[in-house]
């Protein structure tokens, strides 16, 4: 199987084609050019026309190169060398460490059987009040943060990995800014955590292709740990470069884009790679934290959009603060009724008040004379924006559940909050709750 | 052997050569080393054939063989489908993981009916004559007699019964009778037969008029937006607006004797949850576990994209099948949008030419085909049985004006569409009360629910009022009128899926403290102020909100309706 095919018919984008016989879809091969070799991955057959795209670039390909077809499709090698190390998309040393080749294991392996999976019940605390009372992180789920460009979301993603206990990080960046490359880096290594962290990292100047291979790359190395027993937490930022890689690869295959010119296939193919996280019955689980940055704020966009379809939930992150809207953790339910029983209805409670807040900001930004109501809804809002919200907030869930009780009583009388009475009676705090 | 050669691969579409006949949709197979990839024929052209691979495509070359099949994509119908979990192709899953372990293996396909033993008891005799859908005997399925019937694939007309088994015990797959078509042709039959699942089961006497509500003990939909037997209905909303909570807790509740989940391009993690709960909990009605009325269709989104196009088939072709046998069954699919994405993603590649947001010209007929298959319809023998379709439908953008949603809502018999704006504010369920709409006739006086709907237009409008012109602006009147719909809607619209008491309103419950709202709704007040009115109702939502977590007709139930009925004559006016 390792014939060489020189005769490269068509050039086009990242993608070639070359006439070969034999050869199978997914399968790797080589291309060697004057600029250096690259390898590409088949992702077409048509008789004995096989399309290629090409990791490097289809940029400096000549007709002349040489096409050696390796028989196999994309792998990583799988030891515990990997640790502390630094890759690029194709799994080549960013660092100064050796090439690892041993124990080569397939990338985007087949999905787990649903029969297989079982009901995630493990709270990640993250000592953020807007995580860990209003949308509780989860082992094994599956989270993207929202955000505009700008945001400190990177921060945000180092600081919930420093803090979740967790044995082992991978690091997938695509389209990463060198400087958070380094950022990242720093955090781990200060925080010691580095010689149990990989990387694979896809720098905004490095070749689209190598984009693609990220996720799968990743997460399949991160799937293998979770398979001997390790608590896996995958980074992956930012997931809206590797929708744009796919949108490039498939204009250039001609594909009828379905929405802005994202390919039919966007959902799906987020999911293939979202639906990794996993807890492994027996074994450990991989769980996956990751960015989606809005182009123009704008939820609505097909990336967000897909992703929010797929993922359990997300935060969103504005004004460097997670918001209460549209903000989500589809799993909090899972654990959230075994921390404490006010922590529901304190959850549910205070957001809606938060609502019934931002409607009176609306009115008083109008100019209209404010109620008591309104004036307490006011106060309430200021406060838990100050203590609940800002993210330099640091605390257990169970101070931030009472101090949710504090924000309440010290701006509502207990039937105004529309707590239930059994919670009222056990929580309240001062003597209001006598005069009921 | 009718066989073919593959000479293009495209994603998931194959392109194959072939020599002698073949039909469109019909069943070939991929051979690649050891394994089998199953596919369907989606397109025929000359003398090559589009394929729709159920599998991943890598390592499939040029010049593999392809094996067709002749038949129809199919299911095996007959006695222990009940409490199965199947994927998209009827692959039952927990045997697929007992044999290929954490990971979904490609090529390995099961018996989607065991052939385990079931006791027989005959109700034809030798010499009685029947046609395709007749039964000719039953066998105790869980707290089902499910029928055994003349394969409804048979051809029209008279078949007499040659041989009977005697009552007894017998494999699925056993001959249990032999009957005689009209040209004196024998034809065996066993309890298990196949029927292409594109195609609706249209074995019965005639079609009706679905009219019997079906009970979701979800206050909004029973009490304001009903679903009937035999209806449509979809749910529409943004994600996370509470889709499928709505979908799950109706898995649980609905009044019908059989549920089958198609579980349809979206999370796994979602039809775990149903896995591993239902063996667990009762069914209130049958004293037994939940999954045992329940059938599980699982396609989830990162399971391949072909097989999600004809899990919403492989479902309702199963759900036609338990109608047959006078059942009522209840089809509830998560989400339709991503089986028109399967299909989208086909015709792609295709290269069909692309109507709206690129899916193909055909998706509206193709809808409304899928819940025309929804039906009450009365049988050969008399009983009625029904299949009730509820599908969610996740717009991009959340916006409604797109093409999934609109072709859905023509064709359905009930709109219950999901608001960001309320699952943003926590109002779960976020189903819009305003803009839903149904079709169907509920169980609480329509006079009744006409006038809170009103209410809460009027108290809508007073609020919108209330943005331009403040509530020093608004009367009094109008801000009474706009706290009872805010009360109407928190404690009554509003409903905690999650709270083991609120989260399901059993129908007398339902009708009780809809009454005691409607009286709120429709009493004058002796409210002198703003503020007064505010508070009062204040009072009078705590109340009831306690009263919804209250056992039904409990002491501490009763204790609080005592309390708050006392505060509503606080300020009763005495002539209402
Ligand atoms: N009726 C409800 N009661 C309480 N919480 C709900 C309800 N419906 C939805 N939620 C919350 O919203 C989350 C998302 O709901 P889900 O049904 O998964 O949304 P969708 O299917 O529309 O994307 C749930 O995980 C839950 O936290
Ligand atoms: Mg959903």
């Not at chain 2, 004559?129 to 694939?153: A, D, K, L, N, Q």
């Not at chain 2, 249209?202 to 029973?222: A, G, N, Q, S, W």
């Not at chain 2, 775990?272 to 009325?293: A, N």
């Not at chain 2, 109340?543 to 056992?551: C, G, K, P």
């Amino acid at each position: 199987m390792q014939k060489v095919y020189t005769k490269i018919e068509s050039i086009s984008g990242n993608v070639i084609t070359v006439l070969a016989e034999g050869v199978r879809n997914g399968d790797l091969a080589v291309v060697s050019s004057r600029h250096g070799a690259s390898l590409a991955n088949i992702i077409r057959l048509k008789e004995n026309v096989v399309s290629l795209q090409v990791f490097a670039g289809g940029r400096g390909v000549s007709t002349g190169d040489e096409v050696r077809f390796l028989g196999h499709p994309m792998q990583v090698s799988y030891t515990e060398n990997l640790m502390g190390r630094v890759f690029d998309g194709s799994g080549k040393p960013r660092d100064a460490g050796p090439v690892l080749d041993e124990n080569m294991i397939d990338i985007g392996g087949p999905s787990v059987n649903p029969a297989k999976r079982i009901v995630p019940k493990n709270m990640i605390r993250t000592g953020i009040p807007m995580i860990d009372v209003f949308n509780t992180l989860v082992e094994s789920q599956k989270l993207p943060i929202f955000s505009v460009s700008g945001e400190p979301y990177n921060e945000l993603l180092a600081r919930i990995a420093m803090q979740a206990e967790v044995d082992i990080i991978v690091l997938g960046g695509m389209g990463l800014k060198y400087d958070d490359y380094l950022f990242f880096r720093e955090e781990l290594e200060t925080s010691g955590a580095m010689n149990r962290a990989v990387f694979f990292v896809h720098t905004a100047s490095d070749p689209t292709v190598e984009c693609l291979l990220v996720p799968d790359i990743s997460l399949a190395v991160a799937e293998q740990f979770a398979l001997e027993g390790k608590k896996v937490l995958v980074l992956l930022t930012d997931m809206t470069n590797f929708a744009d890689a796919m949108k490039e690869i498939a204009i250039t295959m001609d594909q009828v884009p379905s929405n802005r010119g994202y390919p039919g296939d966007l959902y799906s193919s987020l999911a293939a790679r979202y639906e990794k996280a996993v807890d492994f019955e027996g074994a450990g689980s991989v769980t996956i934290l990751a960015v989606t940055t809005m182009p123009g704020d704008d939820v609505t966009h097909p990336v967000p959009d897909n992703t929010g379809y797929i993922t359990e939930g997300q935060y969103y992150l504005k004004n460097g603060r997670i918001e209460p809207f549209g903000s989500l953790s589809r799993l909090k339910q899972q654990v959230n009724k075994e921390t404490r029983d006010d922590h529901r209805s304190l959850m549910d409670g205070m957001i809606k008040l938060y609502a019934s807040y931002k409607e009176s900001m609306e009115k008083k930004s109008m100019g209209f004379q404010m109620s008591d109501w309104d004036i307490k809804l006011l106060k309430y809002g200021e406060m838990f924006e100050q203590q609940m919200m800002e993210l330099t907030v640091n605390i257990p869930l169970e101070e931030a559940l009472n101090l949710g009780w504090e924000i309440l009583s010290s701006c509502f009388s207990p039937e105004e909050s529309g707590m239930k009475t059994s919670l009222v009676m056990k929580y309240w705090p001062g003597k209001d709750k006598e005069d009921k | 052997m009718n066989t073919g050669k593959v000479i293009g691969i495209n994603g998931n579409m194959a392109t194959v050569e072939f020599t002698d006949n073949i039909s469109l949709n019909e069943v070939a197979y991929i051979i690649l080393g050891d394994s089998r990839l199953k596919a369907e024929v989606i397109r025929v052209n000359g003398k090559e054939a589009s394929l729709q691979v159920f599998e991943m495509t890598g390592g499939i070359k040029v010049g593999d063989q392809v094996e067709f099949t002749g038949e129809l994509l199919s299911v095996e119908l007959g006695p222990g489908l009940l409490g199965q979990v199947y994927d998209g192709l009827q692959n039952p899953l927990p045997q697929l993981a007992e044999k290929c372990g954490f990971f979904l293996q490609r090529g390995v396909y099961m018996n989607a009916i065991p052939d385990s033993s079931w006791e027989f008891t005959p109700s034809v005799k030798k010499g009685d004559i029947v046609r395709p859908g007749y039964s000719v005997g039953t066998v105790p399925e869980g707290i089902f007699s499910h029928r055994i019937m003349v394969p409804f694939g048979f051809s029209d007309g008279e078949y007499s019964v040659k041989k009977i088994a005697a009552a007894g015990s017998y494999t699925a797959r056993e001959e249990i009778a032999v009957v005689t078509d009209s040209s004196g042709n024998d034809h065996s039959l066993s309890m298990v037969f196949t029927w292409p699942i594109k195609r609706a089961v249209t074995r019965y006497e005639e079609r009706l008029k679905p009219v019997e509500p079906m009970i979701t003990k979800i206050r909004i939909i029973d009490t304001f937006l009903p679903v009937a037997r035999g209806g449509t209905f979809c749910i529409p909303g943004p994600f996370g607006a509470g889709k499928t909570v709505i979908q799950q807790t109706t898995s649980r509740n609905a009044d019908v004797d059989i549920v089958i989940i198609a579980a349809c391009g979206e999370r796994a993690g979602e039809v775990v949850e149903t896995l591993i709960e239902f063996p667990e909990l009762t069914d209130p009605r049958t004293g037994k576990s939940l999954m045992e009325r329940t059938i599980i269709i699982c396609n989830t989104s990162s399971m391949p994209v072909a097989a999600r196009e004809a899990s919403v088939y492989t479902a309702v072709t199963i759900a036609e099948y338990y109608r047959q046998m006078g059942l009522n069954v209840l089809l509830l699919a998560d989400s339709t949008s991503r089986w028109a994405q399967a299909m989208r993603e086909m015709s792609g590649r295709l290269e069909e030419i692309p109507g709206e947001e690129a899916f193909p010209a055909y998706l509206e007929s193709v809808i409304a085909n899928f819940y025309e298959r929804a039906g009450l319809v009365r049988l050969f023998d008399g009983n009625t049985g029904s299949v009730t379709i509820g599908g969610t439908v996740s717009p991009a953008g959340g916006n409604f004006e797109e093409p999934v949603t609109q072709a859905t809502l023509k064709v359905v018999g009930a709109f219950h569409g999901l608001s960001r704006e309320r699952s943003d504010a926590r109002k779960y369920p976020a189903i819009h009360p305003l803009e839903s709409w149904s079709k169907y006739t509920g169980i609480i006086d329509s006079k009744k629910t006409t006038f809170a709907r009103d209410l809460l237009f009027r108290g809508e409008e007073v609020n919108q009022m209330m943005k331009v012109v403040g509530e020093e602006g608004t009367s009094l009147d109008d801000y009474i009128v706009y706290q009872k719909s805010e009360f109407l809607d928190s404690v009554y619209l509003q409903q905690d899926s999650f709270d083991p008491v609120d989260g399901s309103a059993p129908i007398e419950r339902q009708k009780y403290t809809f009454d005691l709202v409607f009286t709120i709704l429709h009493g004058s007040f002796k409210l002198s102020t703003k503020q007064e009115t505010r508070n009062y109702f204040n009072q009078l939502r705590q109340r009831f909100l306690d009263l919804n977590s209250a056992e039904w007709n409990s002491d501490s139930f009763k204790s609080i309706e005592e309390s708050l009925r006392g505060k509503i004559d606080e300020k009763l006016k005495a002539n209402e």
